[in-house]
């Protein structure tokens, strides 16, 4: 829900071995567009129990009665709203659902849930507008966000250098990409050598992609066996390679592999880096470029930090070491471009 180049439009399986990537039951789409690819791409995730206590002490609510934590509307965010947005009353944010905790069906398989929704709700509540909360996919939302279909996304999305040439940017989470693997491993993952020889499942056309074939590159140049690399088609099939042997580690976005390690007994998280490596990245949300509801929403967020209604939803979904304590805008002119790369 953080991203750099990503494949979408026709899918197909098949099974495709090259030097540094295994292709196994995957989507494997024909057109690459580089504002596509980033923090995460969530799968389709299994249904859960209406509640589920984790070993964190966390007790996480998967029902359709969330009871969400709410905000009070801030007259100064609220008045900050281009008046064409604000028009109709009602704030029209994209999201994903198919990645625990970040934004998932809830155990009606309908209702959309998770700590993206909640923070929408808090900013759609400090703007003073009612959210009106549209699920889509991955592929769909730069597209439908130029297009004006929707006003606002919150799903994991991650800054980029591709990214700031089309949408403005709202901070508002940290953002790193976790390695899980067997809870029985000895894994250890820091960097490049960790993963010399090792089978990594990834979602194509990811931030987190990006890092594995940097790292690739770098273990190539140290004439170590490069990592193969394999892609599924859900969440349900990546865990079931990995828990099963097929795959040595899992590369996915922290609040998932986090998750599963305090809800599972058979995983364990093993590894943590930043979604932007080499350099840093933050999640945010994302509207079209000059449009000017960004600095409203980072106005709305920054309320919420300072009321303590933002920890609050980070807390409930067991994210509270992502918390940032300032939302920024983050423009194509106030990007700062990572060393060694071009904007």
């Not at 604000?86 to 398989?109: E, M, N, Q, R, Y």
């Amino acid at each position: 829900m953080l991203r750099t180049t990503r494949t979408f439009a026709g899918h197909e399986t098949k099974l495709r071995t090259t030097k540094s990537k295994l292709v196994a039951l995957a989507v494997l789409p024909a057109v690459v567009l580089p504002v596509l690819a980033g923090c995460s791409d969530p799968g389709a995730s299994a249904a859960q129990p209406e509640s589920e206590a984790a070993k964190n002490g966390i007790v996480y609510n998967t029902s359709v009665e969330q009871n969400r934590i709410r905000g009070e509307k801030d007259a100064a965010a609220a008045g900050s709203v281009p008046a064409a947005i604000a028009k109709d009353g009602k704030l029209t944010v994209a999201t994903t659902a198919g990645s625990i905790p970040l934004s998932f069906h809830a155990t009606d398989d309908k209702t959309p849930i998770g700590v993206e929704v909640d923070i929408a709700q808090l900013v759609a509540d400090k703007l003073g507008l009612e959210l009106d909360l549209q699920v889509t996919s991955w592929e769909n939302w730069p597209l439908k966000t130029q297009s004006g279909d929707f006003e606002a996304v919150f799903s994991n999305v991650g800054i980029n250098a591709a990214r700031v040439k089309l949408f403005d940017f709202s901070t508002y989470r940290a953002a790193y990409m976790g390695f899980e693997a067997k809870k029985s491993s000895t894994y250890n993952i820091k960097g490049s050598d960790d993963i010399s020889g090792l089978k990594i499942s990834v979602g194509s056309g990811t931030n987190q992609e990006k890092i594995l074939l940097a790292w690739n590159k770098e273990l190539e140049v140290k004439g170590k066996a490069p990592a193969t690399l394999q892609y599924y088609s859900s969440d349900a099939d990546t865990i079931l390679a990995l828990s099963s042997g097929r795959t040595d580690l899992n590369l996915a976005p922290y609040p998932s592999v986090t998750y599963r390690e305090n809800t599972r007994d058979d995983l364990k998280v093993v590894g943590k880096v930043n979604a932007g490596w080499p350099a840093e990245t933050l999640v945010a949300a994302t509207t079209l470029k000059g449009n000017g509801l960004a600095p409203a929403i980072t106005d709305a967020l920054n309320s919420t930090i300072k009321d303590g209604s933002y920890g609050k939803v980070l807390e409930r979904w067991g994210l509270s070491e992502e918390a940032i304590p300032e939302s920024k805008t983050v423009t194509e002119a106030t990007f700062v471009t990572p060393a060694g790369t071009t904007k």
